[in-house]
């Protein structure tokens, strides 16, 4: 079988640094896409994969908590496939800026694949206080084992 395209979708949080989404020491969605896999057969099903990308421009302000941790996670219907976390510099004393890029991959089971749409979306989290600026999220999902 050769490769079949199903969807692709994106999620602009925000085009511009101006327009930041602050993380005080909580979390927040900044994207969230569903990608539709209606067209695929059940013997197909078991042969989706999927590769997520998200960019954002990251500010870490400074702070006297002694961790400077950032997570950022990536669920597929509420369900966590990949974290990673920005450690940071705890001893910085200037506000820190970083571009943090994100590729994932996930191959789902054939169950979500079979109901048509997945959802996923990833969401920041940070201990201190910290803010995305222009951020984005993006997937595409496949099938086919060619």
């Known amino acids: 079988m050769s490769i079949q395209f199903l969807d692709m979708r994106i999620s602009q949080g925000s085009t511009m640094d101006a327009q930041s989404l602050n993380l005080v020491r909580s979390s927040a969605i900044f994207g969230d ?9 059940p013997a197909n099903a078991g042969l989706v994969r999927v590769t997520l990308n998200a960019f954002a421009r990251l500010s870490v302000d400074v702070s006297i908590i002694v961790q400077n941790d950032v997570t950022f996670s990536i669920y597929r219907n509420n369900i966590l496939i990949f974290s990673t976390t920005y450690p940071g510099n705890i001893n910085n004393t200037t506000t820190q800026y970083e571009m943090v890029g994100i590729t994932t991959v996930d191959y789902p089971p054939s169950t979500d694949v079979l109901t048509g749409q997945i959802q996923y979306t990833i969401v920041a989290s940070a201990i201190r206080t910290a803010s995305l600026g222009a951020r984005s999220f993006s997937g595409i999902a496949v099938a086919g084992n060619g």
Do not use: A
């Open 33 to 41: 896409i569903g990608l539709q896999t209606v067209n695929v057969t």
